[in-house]
Each structure stands twice: as structure tokens, then as C-alpha cells.
């Protein structure tokens, strides 16, 4: 896990599909822009040498741990970050007095910074708590599910949100365990699933669709997606760009059906027929990014 935290940190201010990016938006000089995923800045500071000192940039991210470290890395009046969930997109907009945007992006998905903290508690190769918070403010916490949901409605969160086929037997090991005490590290949530199938197969860990599923829970991920997506359409300018990067099947089959409805109701053409995937070249220097699928739309 130490090794894993060292590339990752390596890696951290990498942003995925950076040309791709950034010749979809569109960026141009005195341009106001929104990007609503900040991470770790590396997309925000590539926008920033694109839209000359009188552009504006705002920055958004559910997890303050991530605006302090970009607010500390970056230092350009022209950023303006603030702590938001996609959903409060049009609100936060408005907040920073700004009618309508040039163009809008979004990085979903975790964080490397997330991912490798063992005190966030996201991966199954951590000791540390079972949280998966992106916003640490917010109450429910990957414990709270695992511990306090029934039975029938976990494994269906399994089943759903990480469309992992043996949901049912792993939700039912899940309530077996927590009958006798609290299930509260995610090593012993990950060992637990490890024995539900049956030890380890092939190259993926068996709690890695379980691991994704209490993620997208906790957080209300897909809907986040949906609701923020809905909240461009009232932010983008008439010939704004949208660009929208998934990674994961849930993920992009939100963006897909978003797509084609804003399309057929008149609202957006699309840039994409398909999504764009990274380069070999990209994915060998960052791994990270070998599952992306980036989708982009023009508003009408």
C-alpha cells in the first residue's frame, strides 16, 4: 500500500485527457469557465493558461481537503474555488455572479489523494476506516450502510451500483459478520468479501464491484452526475461546451441517456457520436486514466 501511495502521489496533478480537454472546451481569451471536479488542479491549471488575465475560472469540489491543497498549490486570483456538490452548480454560478458560462467540465470518479489516504477510507488495500465520504461534513459513511442496512436493500446496493453478480452472498456474509460486532476498517470489509468469492481470481480483488457500489451510496454519486448535468443546461451560454469524463460503465450511461435527451429536446448537440478514450501513450504514463470515456455537447 505504501508503494501504491508513492506512484500515486506521482501521478496526483496528472489530469486525465488534458488535449482532449481542452480542445473541447473551446477555451478562449477572457472566457468564463467551470471546472467542477477540481481534484488536484491539473485540468484547472491547464484552463487557466488558456483564457489570458481576464478570464475566470471557477473551481468546484464536494471535498475541502482538495480545494485547500489546490488553493495552496495554485496561487491565480483568476481561480475561484468553491466547496460544492455538482448539483449546486447553477447556485454556485450565481453565487460568483456569473450568467452564463463558456463551458463546463466534469472529472468524476475518485481522487488518487482519496484513493491512497488510508483515513478516507475508499480502498480495500488500507487498514483505515470504513468512511468513502467525499464530503466529510456529509453523516452517512460506507460503515453506517454496511452496518445498519438491511440485508435485502445491501445487496442490492452490491448488485446496482457495483453490478456484481454474487451481491446476495456477500450481503448475506456482510450480516452474518456484523451480528457479532461492528464491521469498521476496510480490510476487514475487503477480507469479508474475499471470502464470500471464494479467495482471490484473476487480477481483479473480488471486493473491488463492492468497494465501487458503497462508494457511489455514500456519496449519491449517480445522482450527483444527473443532477448537475440538468444544472448546465441552465449555465451554458449559447455555443458553451460541455465535457463530461466517466469511468465506469454507471457513470457514462448517465452522460450517454443525458446526451440524448438534451439533444432530441433541442438543448445540446452532441460533439461525440462515441466517447474518446485516452491514448496508449497517456494510459502508460498515467494508469489511472485507462478507464476514462470522455463525452462532450454544444449548447443550442
Do not use: W
Amino acid at each position: 500500500f505504501k508503494q501504491l501511495r508513492a506512484v500515486a502521489m506521482e501521478i496526483v496533478h496528472l489530469p486525465v485527457m488534458l488535449r482532449e480537454v481542452v480542445e473541447l472546451l473551446r477555451l478562449r481569451t477572457g472566457g468564463t469557465y467551470m471546472d467542477a471536479t477540481v481534484g488536484g488542479g491539473g485540468h484547472s491549471e491547464e484552463i487557466l493558461k488558456h483564457i489570458g488575465p481576464k478570464g475566470l475560472l471557477i473551481g468546484m469540489d464536494r471535498d475541502a481537503e482538495a480545494l485547500k491543497a489546490v488553493k495552496k498549490r495554485i496561487k491565480d486570483k483568476r481561480l475561484v474555488l468553491v466547496k460544492a456538490k455538482f448539483s449546486e452548480i447553477e447556485e454556485v454560478a450565481k453565487g460568483a455572479g456569473i450568467e452564463q458560462a463558456n463551458g463546463v467540465l466534469f472529472d468524476y470518479g475518485v481522487s488518487m489523494p482519496q484513493l491512497t489516504g488510508p483515513e478516507r477510507g475508499f480502498s480495500f488495500l488500507s487498514g483505515g476506516p470504513l468512511d468513502m465520504r467525499m464530503d466529510r461534513d456529509e453523516p452517512l459513511s460506507a460503515e453506517d450502510i454496511v452496518n445498519e442496512y438491511p440485508e435485502k436493500e445491501l445487496a442490492r446496493i452490491i448488485y446496482e451500483y457495483g453490478e456484481e453478480g454474487r451481491s446476495r452472498k456477500i450481503a448475506r456474509f456482510i450480516a452474518a459478520k456484523r451480528r457479532g460486532h461492528r464491521i469498521s476498517t476496510c480490510r476487514e470489509l475487503a477480507d469479508l468479501v474475499a471470502s464470500a468469492m471464494g479467495g482471490r481470481r484473476g487480477r481483479l480483488h473480488p471486493a473491488t464491484r463492492t468497494f465501487q457500489a458503497l462508494r457511489i451510496a455514500v456519496n449519491d454519486e449517480l445522482g450527483e452526475i444527473k443532477r448537475g448535468l440538468e444544472g448546465v443546461l441552465k449555465v451554458l451560454a449559447p455555443g458553451g461546451r460541455l465535457v463530461a469524463i466517466a469511468y465506469h460503465s454507471l457513470e457514462d450511461r448517465v452522460v450517454k441517456t443525458f446526451m440524448k435527451e438534451s439533444r432530441q429536446g433541442g438543448f445540446l448537440k452532441v460533439l461525440t457520436k462515441k466517447p474518446l478514450r485516452p491514448s496508449r501513450e497517456e494510459t502508460i504514463k498515467n494508469p489511472s486514466a485507462r478507464s476514462a470515456r470522455l463525452r462532450a455537447g454544444e449548447a443550442i
